[in-house]
Nanobody
């Protein structure tokens, strides 16, 4: 089990950057970690995920080339570097964790409370 807390959200103009952090209360080395987002009136969608070691990553087509997921297991933290932000990226971003890589990209067992990202045009 693990508890997750996201931070780093905020407001930024289109083309800007933000770096989200997801800090875990426990060690995350045994968990694949993912980022998801939910825009107003829309379903939660997958953004990116990284395997337990960080050696494998996956991105949604909409963010590939702009977002980078990374992790620092020594700090029990996963990051989402978001560059070239677009208004369409506006959403609440959630961190998720699961011991299975596949589930980490779909329905992780553990979730953070979310952090708001707003991108203005």
């Amino acid at each position: 089990q693990v508890q997750l807390v996201e931070s780093g959200g905020g407001s930024v103009q289109a083309g800007g950057s933000l770096r989200l952090s997801c800090a875990a209360s426990g060690r995350v080395s045994g968990y694949a970690m993912g980022w998801f987002r939910q825009a107003p009136g829309k379903e939660r969608e997958f953004v990116a995920t990284t395997s337990q070691s960080g050696g494998t990553t996956s991105y949604a087509d909409s963010v590939k080339g702009r977002f980078t997921i990374s992790r620092d297991n020594a700090k029990n933290t996963v990051y989402l570097q978001m560059n070239s932000l677009k208004p369409e990226d506006t959403a609440v971003y959630y961190c998720g964790a699961d011991r299975e890589y596949g589930r980490s990209a779909r329905q992780p067992r553990y979730w953070g409370q979310g952090t708001q990202v707003t991108v203005s045009s």
